[in-house]
């Protein structure tokens, strides 16, 4: 590592340790007369180590850094010198708004509304590697954002529920959700099926989906059914590391509002039906496993999307907290 006087690692409230790897692996900076130039050069510098720290540990955390705005997030990010991946090119169908063409907000479902844990964007063809997340405004209380190292999970998932996990490896998932004809601010995944595919038209959004593999089916008011392909749920990041690489906790536990059921929300790729139970143990862990980040204002996390998955506490108060996504991969059940 290329140093920089005042920046050291250092511990965080709730840190965990698994075996030789601390999640999340955290930076302190006690300096603060710092300035963002040097801390963007500093990112710069070490940018290698950075990418590395967030696949080997899960997550790397920065703390006190002179990061106060939107616009020195996206300054940090951009030291990273990595592939932005535009939100408005994914297929995810929660509501966001851009501040920049690399940030915009995490989440705009109401505060009391829990977001559960998942992968980014794994229910789709298009996923980021990376994901940045980033505190303007911490709530007045609650709002954690909960992260969870899932090769842990899903080492003991397969110990616990092993044909489940099997399955889930050898099979894949499928996953169901009706989109809005117009977005839905109450919902947390109500973005509109033409923001979502970015498109204009019905025929544009059809012929997206099947180039897609998707099926769909279009409903009342002007709402779209659509069924992903056949899709991976376990994931090998390194020879011998798996990861639960997937949206099931999030599509069973919280893909609810008035368009979409979560009993209806996902199954194996073969089309059957979900072991209940496995599904409740794979939730438990999860918990057990959580690593709750207490958002600082001025926090930066850097977050390797295929080894943690992420969630959102409920919160009371003023939360503003923003997200950038990088290096976007595809991905299809072999």
């Not at 710092?34 to 997550?59: C, I, M, P, T």
């Not at 790397?60 to 932005?84: C, H, M, S």
């Not at 409920?314 to 991969?329: D, I, N, Y």
């Amino acid at each position: 590592m290329k140093p920089l006087p005042g920046i050291v690692p250092t511990s965080i409230e709730h840190q965990r340790s698994d075996g030789d790897s601390l999640f999340p692996y955290a930076y302190g900076c006690e300096n603060p007369d710092l300035s963002l130039e040097e801390v963007v050069q500093w990112v710069s510098d070490n940018r290698d180590l950075f990418l590395a720290q967030s696949s080997r540990h899960g997550a790397v955390a920065f703390r006190g850094f002179p990061t106060p705005t939107g616009e020195d997030f996206d300054q940090f990010i951009a030291a990273l010198n990595i592939a932005n991946f535009p939100y408005a090119k994914s297929l995810s169908n929660a509501v966001r708004v851009n501040r920049t063409p690399r940030v915009f907000s995490a989440n705009e479902a109401p505060p009391e509304v829990k977001i559960y844990f998942h992968h980014e964007m794994a229910q789709t063809p298009l996923y980021p590697k990376y994901i940045l997340f980033f505190c303007e405004i911490a709530p007045l209380s609650g709002g954690a954002t909960p992260l969870c190292r899932s090769d842990i999970l899903f080492t003991q998932l397969s110990e616990r529920c092993p044909e489940f996990a099997a399955k889930c490896e050898q099979t894949g998932l499928r996953y169901t959700n009706v989109m809005p004809g117009v977005d839905d601010p109450k919902s947390g995944m109500g973005r509109s099926w033409q923001s979502t595919l970015g498109v204009e038209s019905k025929t544009a959004a059809e012929k997206r989906l099947s180039d897609l593999g998707y099926t769909f089916q279009w409903l009342a008011d002007d709402c779209l059914k659509a069924t992903t392909p056949q899709l991976p749920a376990v994931m090998e990041v390194s020879p011998g590391q798996k990861t639960f690489f997937n949206q099931l906790i999030a599509a069973y536990c919280g893909w609810k509002d008035p368009r979409n059921d979560p009993s209806d929300a996902i199954r194996h790729g073969d089309g059957s039906k979900l072991d209940a139970e496995a599904v409740n143990v794979a939730v438990e862990l999860a918990e057990e496993l959580a690593y709750d980040h207490q958002w600082q204002a001025g926090d930066i996390v850097l977050l390797d999307n295929t080894v943690a998955m992420h969630a959102r506490r409920p919160f009371q108060g003023t939360r503003k907290v923003l997200a950038s996504l990088a290096e976007m991969q595809t991905h299809r059940f072999a």
